[in-house]
């Protein structure tokens, strides 16, 4: 996303005190990422606008209980699935981060959701001079992509008829199909769609 040029919040000094066991743990890990210890405290209190952490669970903001796992192994998992079962899929993590925009008042802030996504590792928030999103194609197959940012974006269904075994001999379901998602060739290690675009003016707005 672009760079938040407006004024600099107002911050607040807050004291913890940790064991001695989790400050050398710290010490390890701002060696390790090349950063201070204050940034690295930082970044992992900045996951509470993303995640709760109970004692031995992790919660989204709408009380779903949450798992880690590879990228890869999502990935892998996802490709075996039929493309019916990718636009299934990809509407259905959709609709999971429209519910927790609306229950923060969100669902209609563009920059608000890819900057969810992007910070719980589904996608990077990268944006070309046009403002259209670019997602990496590691992500996931290209239907469930077209589904999940369909959902995210249109909050609505993305038609589970475009796949290509409907489409396949449909000339004008395929029409309609190209006509609506409108992919875009800006990288070829990305997938881009017109529809999938930061409006300006959402933008303009979270930077004020």
């Given at each position: 996303m672009s760079k938040n040029n407006g004024p600099k919040r107002p911050t607040k000094v807050i004291t913890i005190r940790i064991d001695e066991e989790l400050n050398d743990h710290l010490d390890k890990m701002n060696k390790r990422l090349g950063i201070t210890k204050t940034s690295l405290i930082k970044l992992y209190l900045g996951l509470s606008k993303y995640l709760v952490k109970?004692?031995?669970?992790l919660?989204?903001?709408?009380?779903?209980?949450?798992v880690v796992v590879k990228r890869s192994f999502l990935r892998n998992l996802i490709d075996r699935m039929d493309e019916s079962e990718q636009l299934s899929f990809g509407d259905k993590l959709g609709v999971f981060i429209n519910d927790i925009a609306r229950i923060y008042g969100k669902q209609e802030d563009i920059p608000y959701k890819v900057d969810f996504c992007d910070n719980l590792g589904y996608l990077?928030?990268?944006?070309?001079?046009?403002?259209?999103l670019l997602v990496v194609k590691k992500f996931g197959p290209k239907k469930f992509v077209?589904?999940?940012?369909?959902?995210?974006?249109?909050?609505?269904?993305?038609?589970?008829?475009y796949i290509e075994e409907e489409m396949k001999g449909n000339k004008s379901l395929r029409q309609k199909y190209r006509s609506q998602i409108q992919e875009l060739d800006i990288s070829s290690s990305h997938y881009s769609y017109e529809f999938a675009k930061i409006p300006e003016n959402s933008k303009e707005k979270k930077n004020s």
């Open positions: 109970q004692k031995s669970t919660q989204s903001l709408n009380d779903r209980d949450l990077s928030s990268i944006l070309d001079d046009d403002n259209n077209e589904a999940f940012l369909w959902r995210l974006f249109e909050q609505k269904e993305l038609d589970p008829n």
